[in-house]
Structure formats: structure tokens, C-alpha cells
């Protein structure tokens, strides 16, 4: 093999995605917005680029976009209080150069928080129904859209990242020790970044597919069964819940991935996540 990649965010997922990439036989260009992470990328074996949308020049993004396929893995940012017109205009600039360059298959790496809580079990086609309730889930929706349109001159694949765990990513020292928090019986929605790993490398090795998936633990604890865990595993105080009745929540149905790929997930459940 020798197909090229671009990795446009060699962060949590970018960075390991391109070392089991290059591991395969692939040569990978990565970005990174940070200056001192480009001598990392580099001792990784990938090609190294400085990229800051919508600031960084059209000939620097025309050399990073020189490949055969590319991996869109920047999330917007929750603490911008503008997310939704900044990461619309970094996504619609990208968008414009992909169109001209010869990249042939995307990948993007959304979220499943473009669902609204539903209460239900949520499948691809839910998007539909409801705007989602963040401003990141908004953008993420309409980012979407645009890449996946009919038009393009590329083959777009969306992965639905679920809550995402491993690595050195671990939600619960975010709630440990917290008391009085709500939705205690809410199932957790989460994915191991060994799974994350697994199914864009699956994409990337097989035929393209101009699709949606959700990619998620098959199982679903609540967030007190889980937070309660994962904090006990990792020696920190669990956090405590109210017992009152969540107002809103969703389980996302992974099946459809699965299906096409046959793929089983080594993490299942995210109690095995430690």
C-alpha cells in the first residue's frame, strides 16, 4: 500500500490515528495550530503542517491537501462563545479548497451531540427531528450538510463520535466529587478512542460510502452507574447524583456501522473502559 492521507487535527484521535496509519503502510500528513507539536508529528513519521483555518495561506493548505484522501477532525470550540459563525467559516473555507484539490474521499469526525435528547433510541435518520440544545451540536449539523452534499467532487463519510474515552481522556475528573448533579438515570453515550481508531481505519480501507454513522459502545449505563465506576478506578471521589427523574436523553444506536462493516467493538460497554 501506498496511499497518501491528510490528517487536518492531530490532536486525541489525529495524532494515534496517524501513527496506526502509517503503521499500515500509509504515508500522512497531519496539522496541528500548535507550533511547538510540529517536531512531535514529525518524529511520528508524519509530514508536518501548521494550519490555523481561516487564516493559514491557500498554498500552504494546496501542498497539505496534496493526497488522495482526508480525515476533517476539528471540533468546534465549546468554549468559543461564538462557535457557531467561527467554525462555519473555518469549515466553509476548507470546503471551498478540498473542492478544488484533488482529494477523492472525506472523512469527517462529527458528533452525536447534532441529536437533540430525543428519549428514545437514535438512529442516523433523527436529525430531523429536533435542533440540537448546543451551539456545537448546531454548527456540527450544519457542517454536515455541507460536505455531504450531492455536488462534490469527493465521496464524504460521516463518523458520529460518541462521548469520547481513553487515551488520557477521562470525563469524570470533570465530575469527581461534584455533588447535587443531575440525571442520574440518564444512559451514557460513549465510545473508547480504540473503536474511534478502528472504524475510520475501516473507512479508510474499504470501498467509499457517502453515508452517516454513529459510532458508539454498544452498551448504555446510566450516569451514575458509570461516573460512579470510572471514578472509584481512577481513585477519585465518585461524584454524587439527585434522585430525581432525568429530563432528557438519548441512546444511540450504533448498529448501522456494524452492519456494514462487521464490525464488533472491543470496548462494548463502557464499564470495560477501565
Given at each position: 500500500?501506498?496511499?497518501?492521507?491528510?490528517?487536518?487535527?492531530?490532536?486525541?484521535?489525529?495524532?494515534?490515528?496517524?501513527?496506526?496509519?502509517?503503521?499500515?503502510?500509509?504515508?500522512?500528513?497531519?496539522?496541528?495550530?500548535?507550533?511547538?507539536?510540529?517536531p512531535?508529528?514529525?518524529?511520528?513519521?508524519i509530514?508536518?503542517?501548521?494550519?490555523?483555518?481561516?487564516?493559514?495561506?491557500?498554498?500552504?493548505?494546496?501542498?497539505?491537501?496534496?493526497?488522495?484522501?482526508?480525515?476533517?477532525?476539528?471540533?468546534?470550540?465549546?468554549?468559543?462563545?461564538?462557535?457557531?459563525?467561527?467554525?462555519?467559516?473555518?469549515?466553509?473555507?476548507?470546503?471551498?479548497?478540498?473542492?478544488?484539490s484533488g482529494?477523492?474521499?472525506?472523512?469527517?469526525?462529527?458528533?452525536?451531540?447534532?441529536?437533540?435528547?430525543?428519549?428514545?433510541?437514535?438512529?442516523?435518520?433523527?436529525?430531523?427531528?429536533?435542533?440540537?440544545?448546543?451551539?456545537?451540536?448546531?454548527?456540527?449539523?450544519?457542517?454536515?450538510?455541507?460536505?455531504?452534499?450531492?455536488?462534490?467532487?469527493?465521496?464524504?463519510?460521516?463518523?458520529?463520535?460518541?462521548?469520547?474515552?481513553?487515551?488520557?481522556?477521562?470525563?469524570?475528573?470533570?465530575?469527581?466529587?461534584?455533588?447535587?448533579l443531575p440525571?442520574?438515570?440518564?444512559?451514557?453515550?460513549?465510545?473508547?478512542?480504540?473503536?474511534?481508531?478502528?472504524?475510520v481505519?475501516?473507512?479508510?480501507n474499504?470501498?467509499?460510502?457517502?453515508?452517516?454513522?454513529n459510532?458508539?459502545?454498544?452498551?448504555h449505563?446510566?450516569?451514575q452507574?458509570?461516573?460512579?465506576?470510572?471514578?472509584?478506578?481512577?481513585?477519585?471521589?465518585?461524584?454524587?447524583?439527585?434522585?430525581?427523574?432525568?429530563?432528557?436523553?438519548?441512546?444511540?444506536?450504533?448498529?448501522?456501522?456494524k452492519?456494514?462493516?462487521h464490525y464488533?467493538?472491543?470496548?462494548?460497554?463502557?464499564?470495560?473502559f477501565?
Open positions: 500500500m501506498n496511499k497518501s492521507v491528510s490528517i487536518i487535527g492531530c490532536g486525541w484521535l489525529g495524532l494515534p490515528l496517524a501513527e496506526k496509519l502509517i503503521a499500515e503502510g500509509y504515508t500522512v500528513k497531519g496539522s496541528t495550530t500548535t507550533p511547538s507539536k510540529l512531535l508529528l514529525e518524529t511520528a513519521g509530514t508536518p503542517f501548521l494550519i490555523d483555518l481561516p487564516e493559514t495561506p491557500l498554498a500552504t493548505l494546496a501542498d497539505f491537501l496534496d493526497s488522495e484522501l482526508l480525515v476533517v477532525n476539528i471540533p468546534p470550540g465549546r468554549r468559543n462563545p461564538d462557535v457557531e459563525k467561527h467554525h462555519s467559516a473555518q469549515m466553509r473555507y476548507l470546503y471551498e479548497v478540498v473542492r478544488k482529494i477523492k474521499r472525506v472523512i469527517f469526525v462529527s458528533s452525536t451531540s447534532v441529536y437533540a435528547p430525543l428519549g428514545r433510541l437514535v438512529t442516523e435518520a433523527y436529525t430531523a427531528l429536533n435542533t440540537p440544545d448546543t451551539a456545537s451540536g448546531r454548527v456540527l449539523r450544519k457542517v454536515e450538510q455541507l460536505w455531504l452534499q450531492n455536488d462534490n467532487p469527493f465521496t464524504t463519510t460521516i463518523l458520529r463520535m460518541a462521548g469520547l474515552v481513553g487515551g488520557n481522556r477521562h470525563p469524570v475528573k470533570y465530575l469527581a466529587g461534584k455533588t447535587n440525571n442520574a438515570d440518564a444512559p451514557v453515550n460513549l465510545v473508547h478512542l480504540h473503536d474511534c481508531l478502528a472504524a481505519t475501516l473507512v479508510l474499504n470501498p467509499p460510502r457517502s453515508t452517516v454513522y459510532i458508539c459502545a454498544d452498551e449505563p446510566t450516569r452507574q458509570f461516573y460512579t465506576f470510572a471514578a472509584r478506578k481512577l481513585g477519585l471521589e465518585p461524584p454524587q447524583f439527585l434522585s430525581t427523574k432525568s429530563a432528557g436523553f438519548n441512546i444511540i444506536d450504533n448498529s448501522l456501522f452492519s456494514d462493516y464488533h467493538y472491543r470496548y462494548p460497554s463502557p464499564m470495560l477501565y
